[in-house]
């Protein structure tokens, strides 16, 4: 699988895993039997932020936050009174977070942020996923900067 495709469908093992926004752009890594591991990642996180917002633009992925665990020191986000149903972001909110990956990290509320796949997201086939950012992708940077 070349670099391209591993990035995609990194990315939405990581939407269906639900994983922070915090952690999605170290990428994750496999175990794959006699002690072999293959890592994925890492990705700049302005490129996962393009690729999750075509997703939830088609509305196949929405955005929720649970509360850090107990002894977190985490940064509160104005946007926690507008959560809808308790956990869900409003879409103005989402926007913002994906407007702004660099606030992304474990001791800000956004980097707990999770995405998940909507009901929609659950039925739409993984090609589809993979088809509707393909070209997206291929025009962002696969490696962050060093």
Do not use: N
Request: hydrophobic share 40%; proline share 9%; glycine share 6%.
């Amino acid at each position: 699988m070349d670099d391209l495709a591993d990035f995609i469908s990194q990315m939405a093992i990581l939407v269906r895993e639900e994983a922070p926004l915090h952690e999605i752009p170290h990428g994750s890594r496999d175990l794959v039997g006699a002690g072999a591991v293959v890592d994925h990642g890492p990705w700049p996180a302005s490129t996962c932020a393009a690729v999750l917002t075509l997703w939830h633009r088609a509305g196949w992925i929405g955005f929720s936050f649970r509360d850090p665990p107990a002894g977190w020191d985490v940064a509160p986000a104005e946007w926690r009174s507008r959560l809808v149903h308790g956990e869900d972001l409003a879409a103005r909110d989402i926007d913002d977070i994906l407007d702004h990956p660099e606030r992304w990290v474990p001791e800000k509320a956004d980097g707990h942020v999770q995405p998940y796949r909507t009901d929609q997201g659950a039925k739409t086939p993984q090609e589809q996923w993979f088809d509707l950012v393909i070209e997206t992708a291929r025009s962002l940077p696969l490696r962050p900067a060093t």
